[in-house]
């Protein structure tokens, strides 16, 4: 299943090669900025019916865009990028569907469990999305957080997604060393994901044709999803188009 995504720099939808993030916007590679405001896109998928999609918030200065987006798709979009205790619930008010937590629950490399167990007493289980987006380093992925710059010690793995699948609705994992490539996905990544996932999955990145959109959904036996970003036409790219998404969806849809 295609789903779709809102990625805001210094206010502007812009698609970014992941590892390249950093704070001081030094070496920033930047794939496409849009002339378009982030509610464009809102109400774009809102009249396409897609569910599940993300605005993420890549640093300071996105509050505004991010508010407009949620309100022109009040319930149909995950928010994340700086969520925690304090404004997790606020977001939710504001139209998010549910939020997207990362960093806030992983404190010096480490999970912080009570963190977790706290935003799911705040919010409920069933409106919290954990990202777990990570590299691949040693054989193993591990979470990465602060712009995608730093590693944890923490591992995806079946012990780890099992245990926090109990407090959350869903798992968010951006592949960050192929992110905004379109250089293809991470297919062994994928595999794991669905094997190891006991609740639904969105995975991004290297997404570049309907191809992999298919493969994903096949390797992922309907439990991963798959957000396209830089290759999709409405982000610049030639890839996809995103009609040709949307389509997909529906298909999917009259087969259930």
């Avoid at 040693?138 to 079946?158: A, H, I, L, N, P």
């Avoid at 969806?249 to 259930?256: F, G, I, T, W």
């Amino acid at each position: 299943m295609f789903r779709p995504c809102i990625d805001l720099h210094d206010g502007k939808v812009k698609q970014i090669v992941g590892g390249s993030l950093q704070d001081s916007g030094a070496g920033l590679r930047t794939n496409f900025v849009s002339e378009r405001p982030a509610a464009w896109f809102a109400e774009l998928y809102r009249r396409d019916g897609l569910q599940g999609g993300h605005v993420i918030q890549l640093g300071p200065g996105n509050e505004a865009a991010a508010r407009a987006a949620l309100g022109a798709y009040p319930g149909g979009l995950h928010l994340g990028g700086g969520v925690n205790l304090d404004n997790a619930r606020g977001w939710l008010d504001a139209g998010a569907s549910h939020v997207i937590v990362t960093s806030w629950v992983f404190r010096d490399g480490r999970l912080d469990f009570d963190r977790v167990q706290a935003l799911v007493a705040a919010i409920g289980k069933e409106r919290l999305v954990l990202d777990l987006s990570c590299r691949q380093r040693d054989g193993e992925y591990w979470v990465v957080t602060d712009r995608w710059q730093k590693f944890t010690e923490f591992t995806v793995s079946e012990a780890a997604l099992a245990r926090l699948a109990g407090h959350c609705a869903e798992f968010l994992v951006h592949a960050v060393d192929v992110e905004g490539l379109c250089q293809g996905v991470d297919l062994a990544l994928v595999d794991k994901l669905a094997q190891w996932s006991p609740i639904p999955v969105t995975y991004a990145g290297g997404a570049r044709s309907l191809a992999d959109l298919a493969a994903v959904t096949q390797a992922g036996q309907g439990r991963v999803h798959l957000t396209i970003g830089s290759a999709l036409d409405i982000f610049g790219g030639t890839g996809v188009r995103y009609a040709e998404a949307v389509a997909f969806n529906q298909r999917l849809q009259l087969q259930a």
